[in-house]
């Protein structure tokens, strides 16, 4: 019969489980990118050298104005693009060698606008989040079409699934695109500016529904946004990009200081500390104009 560990040897083994836990899921170091036209032509938009690190459970905001780099980050992010420089890691491997399946098994991502070619069912639109596993509509599975349920009832639209992706309003439809993301069981979510097309109380309930979802299944959730506000109460980090640069990366009380979010957005802005240590922000007028 083996010895009962020491003392020191539980504690080493806690402390070892709790590193694991915080172990960093999206490492992008020094990642940078830069279009042109062709390979002898100067680059019509550079993203400078970026790096922040993200565990699970957490929601990352990428914060900045049109033209920043946001959709680039998110790019090579998704590993659909190669850094120029520096690396992007999802669990200690880079996404840009993942191969296809792999990576849409790991990696989902929820676009702005997800085109519909036919009249799809929601639940039949939910179960193409399976495609990665091999499997078209056709040949789903028993354990496919479960997931694909289980994905709708995470998101509170089980009962949208025998309707049309055309007959449902904008909330709806984000929740069950959301859904379909879900069900490709990953690791890392990512979601190119999903409130854009959203009123204030539809973009909340997907952001808490996120956080949660982030909470209760372990996703690292990666969230493109301009929306401030959301973005402070939310994530627990923002990077900030402006012109292709990387400003600064942190938790949003960090990020938020006034005279850079001004610089930014190029707008006067008011921001203060809320009870909860969380950020607010609020467009002031400018001298001579009423905002009302």
Do not use: W
């Not at 050298?49 to 957490?58: D, K």
């Not at 929820?110 to 499997?135: C, K, M, N, T, W």
């Not at 639209?157 to 695109?177: C, F, N, P, Y």
């Amino acid at each position: 019969m083996s010895a009962p560990d020491t003392f020191a040897q539980t504690v080493g083994r806690r402390e070892e489980r709790a590193n694991r836990a915080q172990a960093v899921r999206l490492n992008v170091e020094q990642a940078s990118y830069a279009y042109a036209v062709s390979e002898q032509s100067a680059p019509t938009f550079t993203l400078g050298a970026t790096s922040f690190q993200s565990r699970e459970r957490e929601i990352v905001a990428i914060l900045g104005p049109n033209a920043s780099g946001k959709s680039t980050l998110l790019r090579l992010i998704t590993g659909t693009i190669t850094p120029l420089s520096g690396r992007v890691e999802l669990d200690g491997e880079e996404t840009s060698r993942l191969d296809v399946r792999t990576r849409a098994q790991r990696i989902a991502v929820v676009h702005q606008e997800s085109p519909i070619v036919y009249p799809a069912l929601a639940g039949d639109f939910v179960l193409q989040g399976r495609y990665p596993y091999g499997r078209a509509l056709r040949f789903a599975n028993r354990e496919d079409i479960q997931i694909a349920r289980n994905a709708l009832a995470q998101v509170g639209a089980e009962h949208l699934s025998k309707r049309t992706m055309g007959e449902l309003s904008g909330g709806e439809k984000q929740r069950v695109i959301l859904a379909r993301a879900l069900a490709q069981q990953p690791r890392l979510i990512l979601l190119d500016e999903p409130t854009l097309h959203l009123d204030i109380g539809a973009q909340v309930e997907l952001l808490e529904r996120l956080r949660q979802l982030a909470q209760e299944n372990r996703y690292t959730v990666v969230v493109v946004t301009h929306e401030l506000g959301l973005a402070a109460e939310f994530a627990d980090q923002v990077v900030l990009l402006q012109h292709g640069r990387c400003l600064r990366v942190g938790p949003p009380a960090a990020v938020y200081q006034k005279e850079l979010l001004e610089q930014v957005f190029d707008a006067p802005l008011d921001v203060e500390l809320g009870p909860a240590g969380r950020p607010r922000v609020n467009l002031r007028a400018r001298r001579g104009e009423d905002i009302t």
